[in-house]
């Protein structure tokens, strides 16, 4: 269970002690950092003869034709009932889909929403999308709502102690530029869910999903590989 604040009152005064994202059970967020610097990290939605990979298990038979090693796979931003990516897509330094600032229904459009992306110097960054500039130097971006965290805070319309629980997942920027995945394994709502990032030093996070997330990481042992998605994330290396 999630754990806030504990007091401890003494004769001498009142002790408070914060308990930040480490004290949230094991068993509740699957947790995958990536150096950026150091690691293969990009997006991926189609293979090279243009084929959708759609299922995280299609993604690693196509990676073992290629003689890459899978670390890590999760389901990236939100798509359309074509599969095609929803709001901005880059892959390479290419759009393949435009920024989206419609205003609308549903968890993509609750302001403000937010782009994820990865720069040619291998640089990670989160904004919403009010503030994103495509200034060419882009090589993977996807776009996704809403923001968990921004700038420190989480989002204004989330409520503590919410009903509304869903499998989710996301990605945010640790404070020393790493990049931070998670999974929740079981139905959280979306307070606790941006409280997490906020608890591991995110000061900007964005959601990329629910319900339908799924994550590979056969190094925690945790192994989804269904699924019918748009865009992946995906940690490969050469074997």
């Known amino acids: 269970m999630r754990l806030k604040v504990v007091l401890f009152s003494f004769i001498i005064g009142l002790t408070v002690v914060f308990i930040g994202a480490e004290q949230y059970s094991d068993d509740l967020f699957l947790t995958y950092k990536v150096d950026i610097k150091k690691q293969n990290l990009r997006l991926f939605w189609k293979d090279d003869k243009g084929n959708r990979f759609g299922s995280i298990e299609n993604f690693k038979l196509w990676s073992s034709e290629k003689n890459l090693k899978v670390d890590f796979v999760m389901n990236a931003g939100m798509y359309k009932?074509?599969?095609?990516?929803?709001?901005?897509?880059?892959?390479?330094?290419?759009?393949?889909?435009?920024?989206?600032?419609?205003?609308?229904?549903?968890?993509?459009?609750?302001?403000?929403?937010?782009?994820?992306?990865?720069?040619?110097?291998?640089?990670?960054?989160?904004?919403?999308?009010?503030?994103?500039?495509?200034?060419?130097?882009?090589?993977?971006?996807?776009?996704?709502?809403?923001?968990?965290?921004?700038?420190g805070q989480i989002h204004s319309a989330f409520k503590e102690g919410s009903k509304n629980l869903n499998i989710r997942n996301g990605v945010g920027i640790l404070p020393n530029g790493n990049i931070v995945f998670v999974l929740s394994k079981k139905e959280v709502n979306f307070y606790d869910f941006a409280n997490y990032f906020k608890g591991l030093g995110c000061k900007n996070a964005l959601y990329l999903d629910g319900f339908v997330s799924r994550a590979y990481l056969p190094s925690q042992k945790w192994i989804q590989t269904d699924g019918d998605f748009g865009a992946l994330f995906a940690v490969t290396k050469n074997k």
Not at 116 to 124: D, L, V, Y
């Open 81 to 151: 009932t074509d599969r095609s990516p929803q709001g901005l897509y880059i892959e390479k330094q290419k759009v393949l889909s435009p920024l989206d600032t419609a205003a609308a229904e549903g968890n993509f459009y609750l302001k403000p929403n937010g782009v994820f992306f990865i720069t040619t110097k291998k640089t990670a960054l989160i904004c919403t999308t009010e503030r994103f500039k495509n200034n060419k130097e882009i090589e993977f971006a996807t776009q996704s709502g809403p923001m968990l965290v921004i700038d």
